[in-house]
């Protein structure tokens, strides 16, 4: 995944703002992304049985991460805490691969997609990652996606329900939209 995801204005966050206003004062309210999410933006997660927001970084020892690798989570042991402790789904629309200055907008064909993660807890807001696994459908775009859930399967992964074999197996058929062509003056 190349770093950017969508969430469309015709998200109905209306049960979302009734627990995120009960939890956070105007200021961290206003900071609150929608549209295209770039990394180090502030955006919305579902945790299991709440809601919160998050900022899109991952420390890990002296790097920031946006995404995490699904294979990385089994064979490497600071992950494996995160992933046992600190699931959450980044609620979205589609997002966003390029190839070849190509941009390509990849959603499915329900309005709202759940994004696999984990977060930490740090000062101030926590910083989630997104789970990424090898790419089937889409790996003329991009050698990796993101671990995409409907609904179902996005309670399940907070329950700890899946296990890393379910998600590596988890790609939903995904619509494929060219955006523009980045273009170069020089």
């Known amino acids: 995944m190349c770093g950017r995801y969508f969430f469309s204005e015709n998200i109905d966050t209306s ?18 992304q929608k549209g295209e999410i770039y990394p180090g933006q502030i955006a919305l ?12 970084n991952y420390q890990l020892f002296d790097r920031t991460l946006i995404n ?6 089994r064979d490497k042991s600071f992950y494996r805490d995160d992933f046992r402790q600190h699931r959450c789904v980044i609620v979205a ?43 089937t459908s889409t790996r003329a775009i991009h050698h990796r996606v993101p671990v995409v859930l409907d609904y179902l399967q996005a309670e399940d992964y907070l329950k700890s329900r899946l296990t890393l074999k379910q998600l590596s197996s988890i790609e939903p058929s995904f619509r494929i939209e060219k955006e523009y062509e980045n273009l170069s003056l020089f």
């Open 45 to 56: 997660v579902e945790l299991d049985g709440d809601c919160g927001l998050m900022k899109w």
């Open 93 to 135: 629309s589609g997002f966003y691969e390029w190839k070849d200055s190509q941009r390509h907008y990849i959603s499915t064909d329900q309005p709202v997609i759940y994004l696999a993660g984990i977060y930490q807890n740090t000062d101030g807001l926590p910083q989630f990652s997104i789970i990424t696994r090898e790419a």
């Open 15 to 32: 049960r979302y703002l009734k627990i995120l206003e009960k939890k956070y004062e105007q200021e961290v309210l206003d900071l609150w």
């Open 68 to 73: 995490t690798r699904l294979e990385s989570i």
